[in-house]
């Protein structure tokens, strides 16, 4: 059960990544088309799930494992969800504060109990990941429509 979770999980993303790569613009004529990388990826994140529900459909389970197999595609599942919300959060809320949301409650997910940990991740989080892509890279950063706190911080 949790092959097939996740092997259907991953191919729902492939395909909202195949969808969302064909929003890209088309390309000026002579220059590249922008969504040639993620298209790319997504066809091969769409692939890569073709390979795990075939190897799922060989598996054989256990009765003893059921149980553990049925709440791991449960977590699976949930974080999908957060996934999704996180987002669509984006086009409302800017990049900082669905960050800052989302990142511990993953980090939740995947086993970290520290409250600490937990509560230094709401700022370390959108902070690294604000250096990597925005400063670094020089990506722009979406913008809230409703409420923005990276427009506070730039003035």
Same mark, same amino acid.
């Given at each position: 059960?949790r092959?097939?979770? +996740?092997?259907?999980v %991953? *191919?729902?993303i492939a395909? &909202? *990544?195949?969808?969302g *790569?064909w929003q890209v613009?088309?390309?000026?004529?002579?220059?590249?088309?922008?969504?040639?990388v993620?298209?790319?990826?997504?066809?091969a994140?769409?692939?890569l799930?073709?390979?795990?529900?075939?190897?799922?459909? #060989?598996?054989?389970?256990?009765g003893?494992?059921?149980?553990?197999?049925?709440?791991?595609?449960?977590?699976?599942?949930?974080? &999908?969800i957060?996934?999704l919300?996180?987002?669509?959060?984006? #086009?409302?809320?800017?990049y900082? %504060?669905?960050?800052?949301?989302?990142?511990p409650?993953?980090? @939740?997910?995947?086993?970290v109990?520290?409250?600490?940990?937990?509560?230094?991740?709401?700022i370390?989080?959108? %902070?690294?990941?604000?250096?990597?892509?925005?400063v670094?890279?020089?990506?722009?950063?979406? @913008?809230? +429509?409703?409420?923005?706190?990276?427009?506070? &911080?730039?003035?």
């Amino acid at each position: 059960m949790r092959a097939y979770a +996740e092997g259907l999980v %991953l *191919a729902l993303i492939a395909i &909202f *990544a195949i969808w969302g *790569a064909w929003q890209v613009p088309a390309a000026s004529p002579g220059d590249t088309w922008a969504g040639i990388v993620p298209f790319s990826a997504a066809v091969a994140l769409l692939f890569l799930s073709g390979l795990m529900l075939a190897g799922a459909a #060989r598996q054989t389970t256990g009765g003893a494992s059921h149980a553990q197999d049925n709440s791991a595609a449960l977590q699976i599942i949930g974080l &999908f969800i957060i996934a999704l919300i996180y987002q669509q959060s984006f #086009r409302w809320f800017g990049y900082l %504060l669905p960050t800052a949301i989302v990142a511990p409650l993953v980090l @939740y997910f995947f086993g970290v109990r520290s409250r600490i940990g937990l509560a230094v991740s709401v700022i370390l989080c959108p %902070l690294i990941f604000h250096l990597i892509f925005f400063v670094l890279l020089g990506v722009y950063p979406p @913008y809230g +429509e409703v409420f923005d706190p990276l427009s506070w &911080f730039q003035g």
